[in-house]
């Protein structure tokens, strides 16, 4: 989804019951603590106790039950959601201690626990509400970012093909039938994903100021569907370029059978590479694969490949909390390079070239919306994809969106929709030609 990368790279920090806010003593606790008693029968082991301990003191919203391995349990919290956590590891709570973030995925794809009551979007939503996210200090997040983010040319194919190339029946089977692998645009929360996908679609034509006959780029095409739409109701002129060859494959075969395939062009290739000036340059879901040591550069290619009239939309998945660590476990599985941007990197960024912004809209639960209507979709396909790939890449697609849906309808991911111009009087000075 760009896109997800969690983010679209989809990016989210569960939890930290062992963290540099806890004091000292208690973090020692787990080789050095005596024995913990949780009720009647036999003490709990001392790192359950930890466990529960961090767990009975955090958990104010929303109420958990967890069933340790032995079959004794304890319940924190209050008020809907109410999950059932039921844990079959005795050792499962220790690495999920030490190692949160990428742990609590992993013993998930290994079936170290499950649900019983609730769904995994709501156990995790339980976490992301109470536990303090900037608190992270996971070995997994700690240092190496700008080494993990170096989107060199040759890394960026093979980080993009790990994703996007993947057999076009998985995406087929949970997106909408155009293919829009991105947040959608929900004018009600009851309309439809397609009609949804539609909305967005015309939500950013209208914010590129678009003329008949216009040259547009669109940078990390996909599947061609935004392309089509520009082309089709905009009537102007498009270029795709996408790392996907997976994907290019697809925007050709369904260019070929369009009405407007004369004015339609799609192309495997980098925006580094890219050559020629524009009208207008759309971006939906790309830039959380940039990563953050090559946002000057892809501001500076943008600018090179604008007119001077120009106009520019920029659609991407973005963090709340300020600049931080994209997860390790949605890095390892799911977007390998893949880095959700705060706005401020984004202000900064911007500031080293010759390009207004004009307009930022912060699109809050509309992804939360898209990805609900993906995993039912997949959910509904999920029998065919295990016996074809396997229970664990079942489990770790599902834990991936659920994930970040979690993450968007806890805050602490948005997607912000940046106008940008060479001139900014090439732009409304108000918002009502959107809506007009």
């Given at each position: ?20 806010d806890i004091p000292r003593g208690e973090a020692t606790c787990i080789e050095a603590s005596p024995v913990v008693s949780s009720g009647p029968g036999r003490p709990v082991k001392p790192v359950n106790g930890l466990f529960q301990k961090r767990l ?169 569907g935004l392309a089509r739409y520009l082309t089709q109701h905009g009537d102007v002129e498009v270029q795709g370029i996408t790392l996907s060859k997976e994907q290019l494959a697809v925007a050709e075969q369904r260019r070929a059978e369009s009405p ?177």
């Open positions: 989804m760009a896109n997800i990368p969690i983010d679209g790279n989809t990016d989210f920090t569960i939890l930290f019951f062992v963290s540099r009975e003191s955090t958990v104010k919203y929303g109420t958990l039950t967890v069933v340790m391995a032995d079959g004794r349990g304890f319940t924190c919290g209050s008020g809907e959601p109410h999950v059932v956590w039921k844990i079959n590891h005795p050792r499962t709570p220790l690495k999920i201690a030490l190692d949160p973030d990428f742990q609590l995925g992993e013993s998930y794809l290994r079936g170290e626990w499950e649900l019983p009551q609730g769904t995994l979007t709501e156990l995790l939503c339980v976490l992301m509400r109470n536990f303090n996210l900037e608190k992270n200090h996971s070995p997994k997040s700690v240092g190496g970012r700008t080494i993990r983010q170096w989107n060199s040319l040759r890394r960026s194919l093979s980080n993009i093909a790990r994703h996007y190339d993947l057999e076009e029946t998985l995406f087929r089977s949970f997106l909408d039938r155009d293919l829009h692998y991105s947040c959608a645009y929900f004018k009600q929360p009851e309309e439809t994903l397609e009609q949804a996908q539609q909305n967005k679609c015309q939500h950013i034509l209208e914010k590129l100021c678009l003329s008949p006959g216009m040259h547009v780029l669109d940078i990390g095409c996909g599947w061609g407007m395939q004369e004015m339609l062009r799609f192309s495997l290739q980098d925006y580094r590479t890219h050559q020629g000036k524009y009208d207008r340059i759309v971006s939906v879901g790309m830039f959380e694969h940039v990563g953050k040591p090559y946002y000057p550069a892809f501001f500076r290619h943008l600018q090179r490949l604008l007119k001077e009239s120009g106009v520019a939309l920029l659609h991407t998945i973005g963090r709340t909390s300020g600049p931080g660590n994209t997860n390790p476990w949605i890095a390892r599985h799911i977007f390998p390079g893949g880095y959700n941007p705060a706005l401020s990197e984004l202000i900064r960024a911007l500031n080293e070239v010759q390009i207004h912004v004009t307009d930022i809209e912060v699109l809050r639960r509309h992804y939360a919306l898209t990805l609900m209507h993906w995993g039912d979709r997949f959910q509904a396909h999920r029998s065919r994809f295990a016996q074809q790939k396997g229970e664990v890449f079942c489990r770790m697609w599902e834990f991936y969106l659920a994930a970040s849906e979690a993450c968007f309808r806890t805050g602490s991911l948005v997607v912000y929709q940046i106008q940008l111009a060479r001139d900014w009087r090439q732009v409304p000075e108000t918002r009502d030609y959107l809506y007009s």
